[in-house]
Structure formats: structure tokens, C-alpha cells
């Protein structure tokens, strides 16, 4: 078993007497396009938010007046503003591993001439803020914020590998552990083996599980106190590496890329 700690735990429910509910139903209405990424009416917004039209009016107006909404060109209803952007800026500039880690990315980038990323744990997620593109990507792989499944990622994966069995457990039992391609694993006893995998080699590997004809292979970053704060991708296509060759060349540098980043 890993002698990591787990993550820091969260309250289960907000404290009433601080939570304000109208600001989480307006940051719910930005959230919607997350799961349905198309402009969308104001009815589409109060169904998915699940309030009363006349309430979606009222946030979707203030939303657009402070540039987080804005009336698609096509006039098919709704879209995120540019304002949200703002806001994306300031996470990454203001976090202090994102900003240590550019430089290494960067010289990872040139010594694999693959995509090479940089993912951050969210609970039963991962969510990419550094991405340096390769010579071909598919455009969903090129964005920052993109949130992946952890069960399924090799960064997730990573990152389990890193934390005690019942934290992992707990993950794994909380996760929707729907398939993205027909090669993602869903099972718990093979999830827990490629972890159990991953503790082992240092690293960790997923072929197609998030994209077809994609491999990719994920090292931990840790704290001081050996807990897993992120996670360095490297990224390539099945078209131009075997698997075993892609471990054999990738995973040092990964793994080192990683240690450097650690502590």
C-alpha cells in the first residue's frame, strides 16, 4: 500500500449560514455547457439548471451584461463569453506549479517532439492546464481545461498510484465509469491492477482508453509530504510508435521530468 496520504478532506455540505445559493445557480448555468457544448435557449438553461424560466432569464441577463454569456452569432441562443477566459488567465498564472513546470514541459516538448501536458487532480477528475501540441493533434487535445475521467487516464491512474488503496477505492467506487472508446477499461478488478501497475513501474499507461489511436504515458508530481498534486503526460499516436517502444523511450523521461517537479 502507498504511504501517501490522501487528499485533504472537504466538507460534505456547505455551512448554510455562509453558502449563497444565488451565486450557485448562476456559476450551475455557466456549468451547463460543460455538459451540452452548443449555444443553448434560455428554456435549455432553466431545464438543465432546473429552475423556472423567468429565474434563467434574469441570471442569463446579468451573465451577459458581465461578459460570462453572450448571444451566439447564429442566433441559436446562448454561448460562454469571453469574460471567462479572464478567469481561466488568472488560474493559470497564479498557480505556482503551473508556472514551475513550463520551462521542464518545454524542454520535455523538445526532447520527445510529442504532445506533453500537464493535469491537475479533481477529485474524481483531471483536468489539463498545460497542453504543448505535437505535429498532429485532434482539437479537443489541444485546449486547456479539458476534464477527463481520473479512472481512465493515465494521469489519473498516475496520481492513484500515489495514494493509499482506500482512497483509491473510495474514487473508484464514486466514478461513472462509462466508457469513452470501446478500449476503455471500466472494470474494477483490471482498474485496480493498472494502478497496482502504475506503483510499480513509476508511471503510468493508457492505449485508446480516451481517444482512439492515442498512447499515453503519465508520471506524479508530489509534494513534500509524497501526496500527488499533478500529473506530466506525454502523448503520441499509434500510427507511428508500438507500445513497448513508446514505454521504453518515454517513461524516463516522464518519471525524471516528474522527480524534478516534486517536493
Known sequence: MSKAKGPPAQAATPDPRLYIQAVERAMRVLE?????PQPLSLAEIAAAVGIDKSGAQRLCHTLRHLGYLEADPGGQGLRPGLRLMDRSFDFLRMHPLVERATPALMELRRATQER??????DDL???????LQSKRETFFATLVGRRLPAFCSSGGRAMMAALPDAVVEDILARSDRRPLTPRTIT???????KIAEARTDGYALACEEGLLG???LAAAVRDRQGRP???????ASLSEWEEADFRRRMAPLAMEAARALSG
Do not use: K
Not at 477528475?125 to 497542453?131: C, E, H, N, T
Not at 474494477?188 to 491492477?193: F, H, I
Not at 498534486?229 to 502523448?235: F, L, P, W
Open 116 to 121: 506533453v501536458d500537464l493535469s491537475l487532480p
Open 187 to 193: 472494470a474494477l478488478p483490471a482498474l485496480r491492477a
Open 214 to 216: 492515442e498512447i499515453v
Open 229 to 235: 498534486v499533478a500529473a506530466i503526460h506525454i502523448a
Open 125 to 131: 477528475s483531471i483536468v489539463y492546464a498545460v497542453r
Open 32 to 36: 451547463v455547457f460543460g455538459h451540452d
